[in-house]
């Protein structure tokens, strides 16, 4: 590696990744890396709002207030959800909702205070179009709870050109 390398301030894209276990009982194999949730959620809407954060925009919405960075622009080169169906053979009834976000880089509980006002948006409580709307806000208090940290993964790093490490 170059002697200006850093592992953490060289990265040019970075991807989180946010499992969600819909269903009546929790997977005991997977529960230190899934949130459970024990009522379905409205995929549909939550993948709506879920697309309206794609683009450069000032997330202090979706940011703890503890975050001390200067500039709250980021860009969200793509945000996704994947539903996954429980396969009826594991004896667990359900789906895995799995969320994957694409970005330049993110604020400090960034990630999971997304993932908290898409559950929200799931359980009803909120519409999809509001996403748009706490994001214009810049006001914390406007976003939902923050989801709980354990179903998050730091899922892949992007250096650039000649600098992805295996």
Partial sequence: MPDDFHARFSA???????DILCGRYPDVFRRNRQFHHPTPLHA????????????T???TSFCSVKDNKE???RTIFDASMDVIENDEQSGLS???LRFRLTGNGFLYNM????????IEV?????TSSDMRRILEARDRSQAGPTAMAHALTLWDIDYGEGLNIP
């Fill in 12 to 18: 040019k894209r970075k991807t989180y990744s946010y």
């Fill in 44 to 55: 549909e809407a939550m993948r709506q709002g879920l697309q309206l954060l794609k683009g």
């Fill in 57 to 59: 925009h000032d997330f």
């Fill in 71 to 73: 500039s709250k622009v």
């Fill in 94 to 96: 359900g789906q895995v």
């Fill in 111 to 118: 990630v999971r205070i997304i993932v908290g006002t898409l």
């Fill in 122 to 126: 799931g359980e009803g409580k909120r």
